[in-house]
């Protein structure tokens, strides 16, 4: 059963870091290609940042750029997103999502930047 668990997030102060990983399980990681996605209510999901699979690749959305890192270890199967200098329009539910014969949602975690 392919689970994606995500942590890490919660209420920061505008500019500070936040660290959110994916714990990955039921397939095999290093195949898949993964990205972050955020959401806040009454708009669509969208991507933040991708990563393939081997790592040696990346993408971010314009809004992030510079101050996001996305990252992934296959040998824990996690999938980390970096996420410096927030603002609050970063606020939103971050999904992590995995592509590989089949795509994968997880569950979401919250991250609210606030003073």
């Known amino acids: 059963q392919v689970q994606l668990v995500e942590s890490g997030g919660g209420l920061v102060q505008p500019g500070g870091s936040l660290r959110l990983s994916c714990a990955a399980s039921?397939?095999?990681?290093?195949?898949?290609?993964m990205s972050w996605y955020r959401q806040v209510p009454g708009k669509e999901r969208k991507l933040v940042a991708l990563?393939?699979?081997?790592?040696?690749?990346?993408n971010y959305a314009d809004d992030v750029k510079g101050r996001f890192t996305i990252s992934r270890d296959n040998a824990k199967n996690t999938v980390y997103l970096q996420m410096n200098s927030l603002k609050p329009e970063d606020t939103a539910v971050y999904y992590c999502y995995a592509v590989f014969s089949k795509a994968y949602w997880g569950q979401g975690t919250q991250v609210t930047v606030s003073s």
């Open positions: 990563i393939t699979s081997a790592g040696g690749g990346t």
């Open positions: 039921g397939f095999t990681f290093s195949t898949a290609v």
